[in-house]
Nanobody, 123 residues
Framework: QVQLKESGGGLVQTGGSLRLSCSGS????????VGWFRQAPGKEREFVSA???????RYAESVEGRFVISRDRVLNTVNLQMTKLKPDDTAVYYC?????????????????WGQGTQVTVSS
């Protein structure tokens, strides 16, 4: 069973960049698809990006071309490089893992979740 912990959130101005990291412990993240989701105040949790066990990646339309998801198999992390940030990107960002998954955008298949990291984009 894997435990997940997010890091890298913070406050940034519009147009800035942040790099989120999801660290896995207890088991290799290579055995899991890993997804990033976010939840803004008063809104439902929504899909941002996912990476399958292989090289498959998926992005929400709202972040396509601005965010890049990647794996670091040595450090056992999945990273989300976020550029050209907008105030609408403000949310708590969560990483989640699905054992042997392909990288779905649906929330339910992800059985393991981190505690989240706050991203705030000021206008």
């Amino acid at each position: 069973q894997v435990q997940l912990k997010e890091s890298g959130g913070g406050l940034v101005q519009t147009g800035g960049s942040l790099r989120l990291s999801c660290s896995g412990s207890g088991r290799s993240l290579s055995d899991y698809a890993v997804g990033w989701f976010r939840q803004a105040p008063g809104k439902e949790r929504e899909f941002v990006s996912a990476i399958g066990r292989n090289t498959f990646t998926r992005y929400a339309e709202s972040v396509e071309g601005r965010f890049v998801i990647s794996r670091d198999r040595v450090l056992n992390t999945v990273n989300l490089q976020m550029t050209k940030l907008k105030p609408d990107d403000t949310a708590v960002y969560y990483c989640a893992a699905e054992f042997n998954g392909y990288g779905t955008s649906a929330i339910r298949p992800y059985g393991y979740w981190g505690q989240g990291t706050q991203v705030t984009v000021s206008s």
